[in-house]
């Protein structure tokens, strides 16, 4: 398979704590995208880290990159109930321009 | 902008009927995606275009299955004969210019077959 896998698979944390997800990837990349799911939609960008890039912040989302493990960790601070979702990572390659997802981390966030 | 448009929302079919699937990417977006959501395989690419134009379809998973873009508003994925193996969700998603990397997703086709 070339999907990337994501850890954990499920987290539910409460309200106010800090959620962090891990995604690993198979193959050199361009860039590295995080997506939301909500139960039922479709998916939503959240963030893009380049290739060259370490760490980028967005709002409450921080995004690390590290290429030598080909690895991401996606924090959300300060949960909220609204984050209740799937999270997915994906993996471009500048070579086929497609992007490869990753299993998903389902996040629960406990009112 | 009224965002990716797939209809129906949910489609529900007897094993050996065709099944299509439609698109409407969002204005001015150039490249078009179809991917299919199992709990078992989780999201695959099966074909994507460029400028209305199939540029790699091996992610489609049998004959069975075909895709068209007949011009920049507009995409269908058919699928016939179907199986209940093909029982999945199946998103489209747009994007803009090729170094706009984010993809559009849409709500999605729930597709049961019995």
């Known amino acids: 398979s070339q999907q990337g896998e994501e850890d954990p698979q499920a987290l539910s944390i409460q309200e106010g704590e800090n959620a962090t997800m891990n995604c690993s990837y198979k193959t050199s990349i361009n860039n590295l995208q995080w997506y939301r799911q909500n139960s039922g939609r479709g998916l939503v960008h959240l963030i893009l880290?380049?290739?060259?890039?370490r760490e980028k912040h967005s709002g409450r989302l921080r995004v690390t990159l590290d290429t030598s493990k080909k690895s991401s960790s996606l924090l959300i601070t300060a949960s909220r109930a609204a984050d209740t979702a799937s999270y997915f990572c994906?993996?471009?390659?500048?070579?086929?321009?497609?992007?490869?997802f990753g299993t998903g981390t389902r996040l629960t966030i406990i009112p | 902008d009224a965002g990716v448009i797939q209809s129906p929302r949910h489609e529900v079919t007897e094993m050996g009927q065709e099944v299509t699937l439609r698109c409407k990417p969002i204005?001015?977006?150039?490249?078009l995606f179809w991917y299919r959501q199992t709990m078992m395989r989780g999201l695959e690419l099966l074909i994507y275009f460029n400028n209305n134009v199939p540029i790699d379809d091996s992610g489609m998973p049998e004959d069975r299955f075909s895709a068209k873009m007949p011009n920049a508003s507009f995409s269908t994925l058919k699928i016939q004969p179907s199986e209940p193996r093909d029982s999945a969700v199946y998103f489209c998603?747009?994007?803009?210019?090729?170094?706009?990397?984010?993809?559009?997703f849409g709500p999605g086709t729930r597709l049961t077959v019995t």
């Open positions: 998603a747009s994007r803009g210019r090729p170094s706009s990397y984010e993809q559009y």
């Open positions: 880290i380049r290739s060259n890039e």
């Open positions: 204005s001015g977006h150039n490249s």
């Open positions: 994906a993996s471009f390659n500048f070579g086929n321009e497609k992007l490869t």
